[in-house]
């Protein structure tokens, strides 16, 4: 029997900055782990969303008045 707790699939979203990433570094599984353990589900059932941020500061700083 399938229940709707079963069903449900966790969405895990996961912020980088694009500076140095590669394809390896977005297609990592770490961390469906964390959410297996947690909420006890498959890690087929969970989704992670990888988004790149452009735009983001340090400190109120732009990262590009940051980095200098």
Do not use: S
């Not at 947690?38 to 940051?66: C, I």
């Amino acid at each position: 029997l399938v229940t709707p707790e079963d069903t449900i699939m966790p969405i895990m979203t996961i912020q980088i900055t694009r500076e140095g990433t590669t394809t390896e570094h977005r297609a990592h599984r770490g961390g469906h782990g964390p959410v297996a353990n947690v909420l006890n589900k498959p890690p087929g059932l969970t989704f992670v969303v990888v988004q790149e941020m452009a735009d983001w500061g340090v400190n109120g700083l732009p990262v590009a008045d940051y980095r200098r």
